[in-house]
């Protein structure tokens, strides 16, 4: 198999890709978009920093693609959804880089309090100038850390130990993690009046998008410095130029920018008080070391179907969760796939309930494998657990989760159920048995039943009366079809009874016409599960 590195990443990673059997890699950086087209053409898996942009089209030509790995956190240079469509898996090194950035950032808080670059540039023209450069203290001034996650929170580290008063904004943090890390947690208004020092460390999106712009920074105290090590068009450049050349905005530090590379000609070049570098949070020889190796190790366990780590556009299940989860998806695959053959063909929701001991766990992965089961019917090899949600979306399905704290009969059950649009539904209850954890189905239809989730099923629904049992059998033994197990049910003597029989093989298209065609027989569906 194939790998691309479009951008330079360490050579101990490259290296360690190579030494693995089956992979080969090219390395080709630096391509233009059209260059890129034709190298993808038949690779299984492309390495990217933030240069190369894996854009749809570029996934359109790539047939074989499995998997982008980026060397780095962001992965704003891919379209993740064109990927997630296809399949294709997206990871990232979400770690490797991360001490890198928040030292540039700090180096840049340093450089917003104290004017080195200005100085050492003016002792490389010759000069002696002690007036023009003086400073600030950062002890006992406050830093707003917007974004308070692993550079965030490494940068508020580094400022506590300045002496700093460190608080932040980050709606998705719990209190407790703020206050662990002895950051005051504030609202993002209460931020920009208190902060004599505002540092943002989120990714790019809509919600981030010029979050600091003209209204923001009127906002602020005057004088106030701005740092942005994290992505370009967090802070609004034309708002910021305009506060530099105001005075509401002293000093800025910026790494990264709406367009990189940043224009010759960009205002932010020639503004006092301003230090600018060409996106080098990560480009430490540790940083890049780390991310290389991580990336390609990552790759190398797909491709050789291993676990798959630090995925962005599906859980990530190290060895560890996946012995544990792994049982609950073979059960949520089965159950997803025997009421979908059970139920109405056009359905407008499909709806999981947990309840008992998995509902402790990250039941994501449970989820998706549910909705691939449903899927694989429908869609057959190429829907997999990064774009089974997208797919069943695309088909107009609503995706129910629900964990329930109820009392049940099982320790662990999970609950899958079809509804069409018209309200008729079908649903299916399993349960994992014994020490390995064997998947059962145990209600079908709110009857209760007993059979393994695996293989091949029949499915009868019948009128409650003395002979059905023995009909049926005889009916498959003389087709061939061994029983390998039988589970009855009903509800009241002489009404609806249901048979599940797991099956050798597959009965004839003549036995299973039969079945239908006999009157006492309401439902006869053969599942493969
Ligand atoms: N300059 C560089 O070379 C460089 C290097 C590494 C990372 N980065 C960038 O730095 C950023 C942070 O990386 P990280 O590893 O700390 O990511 P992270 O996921 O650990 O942290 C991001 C934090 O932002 C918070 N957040 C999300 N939306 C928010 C919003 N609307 N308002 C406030 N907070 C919000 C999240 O809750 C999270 O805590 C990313 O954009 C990444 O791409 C840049
Ligand atoms: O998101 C990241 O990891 C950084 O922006 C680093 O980008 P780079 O790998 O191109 O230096």
Redesign the pocket.
Known sequence: MKILVA?KVSPKGVEYLRQQPGLSVIEAYGSSPEQVLELVRDVHAIIV???TKITAEVIAAAPLLKVVGR????VDNVDVEAATDRGIIVMNTPSG?TIA?AELTFTHILCGARPVPQAAASMREGRWDRKNFSGGELFRKTLGVVGLGRIGGEVAKRAQAFGMRTIAYDPYLAPSRAKAMQVEGVSLDELLARSDYITVHMPLTEATHHMIDEAALAKCKRGVRLFNCARGGIIKEAALIAGLQSGQVAAAGLD?FEDEPLAKDSPLRSLPGVTLTP?L???TAEAQES?GIEVAEQIADVLQGGVIRNAVNMPSLDAAALKILGPYMELGQSLGALVQQLGPKQIASLNITYWGRVVDLDANAITRAIQRGFLRQISGETINYVNAPVALKRLGVQSKVLKSTDEVDYTELISVEAVAPDGSSAAAKGTLVGKTGKSRVVEINNREVEVEAVGKLLIIENHDQPGMIGYVGSLLGRDGVNIANMSLSRMEPGQTALMVINLDSEPSAATRAELKGNPAIKLAKFVQI
């Open positions: 951008d920093r933030s240069e060397a780095g956190v962001g880089n950035t990264v996106h949070g990560a480009s991310v």
